[in-house]
Antibody, heavy 130, light 108 residues
Framework: QVTLKESGPVLVKPTETLTLTCTVS??????????VSWIRQPPGKALDWLAH???????SYSTSLKSRLTVTKDTSKSQVVLTMTNMDPVDTATYYC??????????????????????WGKGTTVTVSS | DIQMTQSPSSLSASVGDRVTITCRAG??????LNWYQQKPGKAPKLLIY???SLQSGVPSRFSGSGSGTDFTLSISSLQPEDFATYYC??????????FGPGTKVDIK
């Protein structure tokens, strides 16, 4: 059974750095073309993709938050860590991690990789307040 | 980044109704489009990937179609457990996934 679980502080102060950990089980972070995404959702608002990291260590970040985000993984611990610097009250949200899965579809000589997030953690709520 | 829009932002429907939600990408994304369902206080759940492939375990009343910039999620006969918010998400740009703003489906 594939599971992901987010952990980290419930409350952080403005200007502090947030560190969240996603611990996965049921799959390996070294599996080819697999990865983990971080997504957040402010109260009452839409989903907001933050970053992801693939098994080959390829990393990507939201353009608007790129300067504040870092994502790393420790395959031996089955963990993916997200850090976000200079936290602000507008960063108050539920933070999710999700597994990125790949569906490979072949049409003739063309091979397409379709990525999607198939298993999500339950999320962890982070409040930014002094 | 690729902008995603959805319409309507909300809709009211009755059990048994056919419901269609539209998602539009700011540029062509081929079939790199996924759909998720989210219920209050819960994590999103994958329904459809690659525009039209039904995720394992998802009821067949859900279907997806489209390619390029315009996509639809259809629910053939709305059930009580389908009242939720639905999000589309593009994975054409693996550099930056983006979600649509969501469509809330509630009871008429």
């Amino acid at each position: 059974q594939v599971t992901l679980k987010e952990s980290g502080p419930v409350l952080v102060k403005p200007t502090e750095t947030l560190t969240l950990t996603c611990t996965v089980s049921g799959f390996s972070l070294s599996n080819a073309r697999m990865g983990v995404s971080w997504i957040r959702q402010p109260p009452g608002k839409a989903l907001d993709w933050l970053a992801h990291i693939f098994s080959n260590d390829e990393k990507s970040y939201s353009t608007s938050l790129k300067s504040r985000l870092t994502v790393t993984k420790d395959t031996s611990k089955s963990q993916v860590v997200l850090t976000m610097t200079n936290m602000d009250p507008v960063d108050t949200a539920t933070y999710y991690c999700a597994r990125i899965q790949d569906a490979t579809m072949v049409r003739g000589v063309i091979v397409n990789h379709y990525y999607y997030m198939d298993v999500w953690g339950k999320g962890t709520t982070v409040t930014v307040s002094s | 980044d690729i902008q995603m829009t959805q319409s309507p932002s909300s809709l009211s429907a009755s059990v048994g109704d056919r419901v269609t939600i539209t998602c539009r990408a700011g540029q062509s994304i081929s079939s790199y489009l996924n759909w998720y369902q989210q219920k209050p206080g819960k994590a999103p759940k994958l329904l459809i990937y690659a525009a039209s492939s039904l995720q394992s375990g998802v009821p067949s009343r859900f279907s997806g179609s489209g390619s390029g910039t315009d996509f639809t999620l259809s629910i053939s006969s709305l059930q009580p457990e389908d009242f939720a918010t639905y999000y589309c998400q593009q994975s054409y740009s693996t550099r930056e996934f983006t979600f649509g703003p969501g469509t809330k489906v509630d009871i008429k």
